[in-house]
Every structure is written in structure tokens, then in C-alpha cells.
């Protein structure tokens, strides 16, 4: 069993990304778990290898730790295919010719948040299916057979959110991160996934495909966000925000004071702070 911290390597961590990495590491540990680091590259357009350096390196400068080697999704192909191939052989997959715009302009799913799939190749029949295969490559989606599932999250209580058909591999044939995230936490044993609450909505769709998997779900715990002084969520562009602009010493204070301690390293951290007794509300950064 395990919790984990899991970046995208498309930029820089910002204060908000390292404040999540360093109460991921918090929760891990509070609870005598290992803790894991996992790089999220998928997006092979946005991701790259000095990024990833340089998160690595701004985590270690906070005095964090992780156990066992960094795992990277670029590298786990195999395992993402093997899961689809057995979702498909249970029928629980089904092709999906849709564009991003027609599905933006399609009534959305009855009973289902603006914008969910309206189940337009959900039903085609075979000759359907290989006259669109000839118009272009299908995604393939997840046959749902529930449309709400229920997690229970350590700072939110109980959340049923909607279940949609997820894109589990794009029609480029990449693997998508909905699959892959879901099949990387059963594979690690990662029973803790503690992550931004921007995140929240998207947590019964994925413990519910856990669930089609046969795994069991993990445990949530999804962190309040960091946000500049309008509101919005903090980005680059809000000036002394990552490690490039301030020192470890200046981020500890910073993220300490956000969790009401006089913290300077996670071991302290971690003697003083009980992380299911943090606010519930996000951190308004101010310098």
C-alpha cells in the first residue's frame, strides 16, 4: 500500500503544486506508508525531460523523499493495452468516431453534466462501425454500466459524481490518462491518492473504472488549491511563484504559514500537523 505524488513535466511546480506534493508526502507518511513518485507523460507534446529534471530537483530541495525508483507513463504502455484488451473482452469497451466538436454540439447524455457524451456510437451496428473505420481511426470509450458512482473523500465526505463513457484510448491510439492513472494506482498498490480538489469531479468516474478493473479504489484526499489574490487559480504568470524565484527556505514559509505551522522541512512538518486537520478552504498566496 501506498500514497504518491504524480506531476505533469509541462512546466515548472508553482507554490500550489509543491504545498499538494508536500501534503501528499504528509498524508503518506502520517499513515506509516510509502510514498511514490510518478511522472505523468502522456502528452508527448508537452512534456519534457528538463521539466522533469527540474521538478525532481525542487522537490528534493524541500527535503522530500520518495520510496523506490521514479516510475514514468510514458514507460507503461504495455500495461494500459493489456488493461483495455481486457475491458474490451468483457464488452466493456466500444468504438467512438465522435469529434471533439460534434460531441461540443451534440445534446448531452439524459441525466448527465453538460457536455457529457451523448452515446453516439455507443449503439452502431458492424457495417456502421467499419464504414466511419474508413473515414478515420476510432477512440475507443468505456461502455459504462453505471452512470453515478460514490467515493468517499478524507476532506469532502461522501461525493457521487457522474460516470461518463471515458476515452480510454485516443484515436491517434495513445492511451488515455483516465486508463492510465487508474491502471498505474492498482499496478503500484497506491491505496491513497491525495491531489488538488480540482481534481474532485473527476474521482467517482476513475474509482468507478477501478472498479471494472477488478481493483479496489483508493482512498482520497483532495487538497484545497492554491490561488492568486482575483481568485484564479495560480499560474506562472502571477510572478514569485516556483523555485526558480524563491529559495526552499522562502517556499516553507510561505506553505507553512498556509497550514498554520512554523515548518522547514517535511520531518517537522509532519510532527506538528495532523493533514486531516487542514483547512478546507484554498490557499490565497500573497507575498
Known amino acids: ?3 504518491r505524488f504524480a506531476p505533469s513535466p509541462s512546466g515548472d ?15 503518506a507518511r502520517a499513515d506509516g506508508r510509502p510514498f511514490l513518485l510518478r511522472v505523468e507523460d502522456l502528452d508527448r507534446q508537452r512534456s519534457r525531460a528538463e521539466f522533469e529534471a527540474s521538478q525532481l530537483a525542487d522537490l528534493a530541495a524541500l527535503g522530500l523523499t520518495w520510496d523506490g525508483p521514479v516510475v514514468r507513463q510514458s514507460e507503461r504502455d504495455p500495461l494500459y493495452a493489456a488493461a483495455l484488451e481486457r475491458l474490451t473482452a468483457a464488452g466493456l469497451t466500444f468504438e467512438c468516431f465522435c469529434t471533439r466538436r460534434e460531441i461540443a454540439e451534440a445534446v448531452s447524455a439524459p441525466h448527465g453534466p453538460p457536455g457529457s457524451y451523448p452515446g453516439t456510437c455507443r449503439d452502431l451496428t458492424e457495417s456502421e462501425r467499419e464504414a466511419r473505420r474508413a473515414e478515420r481511426s476510432p477512440a475507443i470509450r468505456l461502455r459504462a454500466r453505471e452512470r453515478t458512482w460514490t467515493i468517499r473523500d478524507e476532506l469532502h465526505g461522501e461525493i457521487e459524481g ?13 492511451h488515455a490518462y483516465n486508463l492510465a492513472v487508474v491502471v498505474d494506482d492498482a499496478d503500484q498498490d497506491v491505496d491513497q491518492v ?12 476513475q474509482a468507478y473504472l477501478t472498479h471494472e478493473l477488478g481493483a479496489p479504489a483508493p482512498a482520497y484526499a483532495h487538497v484545497p488549491l492554491a490561488l492568486n489574490a482575483d481568485g484564479r ?15 526552499p527556505e522562502h517556499a516553507w514559509d510561505l506553505i507553512g504559514t498556509s497550514l498554520g505551522v512554523a515548518a522547514r522541512s517535511p520531518e517537522a512538518l509532519l510532527a506538528e500537523l495532523d493533514p486531516r486537520e487542514i483547512s478546507r478552504e484554498p490557499w490565497i498566496v500573497t507575498f
Open 194 to 205: 491525495v491531489r488538488g480538489d480540482d481534481l474532485l469531479d473527476a474521482a467517482p468516474a
Open 13 to 27: 511546480l508553482h507554490l500550489g503544486n509543491l504545498r499538494t506534493a508536500i501534503l501528499a508526502w504528509l498524508f
Open 1 to 3: 500500500m501506498a500514497g
Open 233 to 247: 487559480r495560480l499560474a506562472k504568470r502571477d510572478g514569485d511563484v516556483t523555485l526558480r524565484d524563491l529559495s
Open 162 to 174: 457522474h460516470v461518463d463513457d471515458l476515452v480510454l484510448r485516443r484515436g491517434d491510439g495513445a
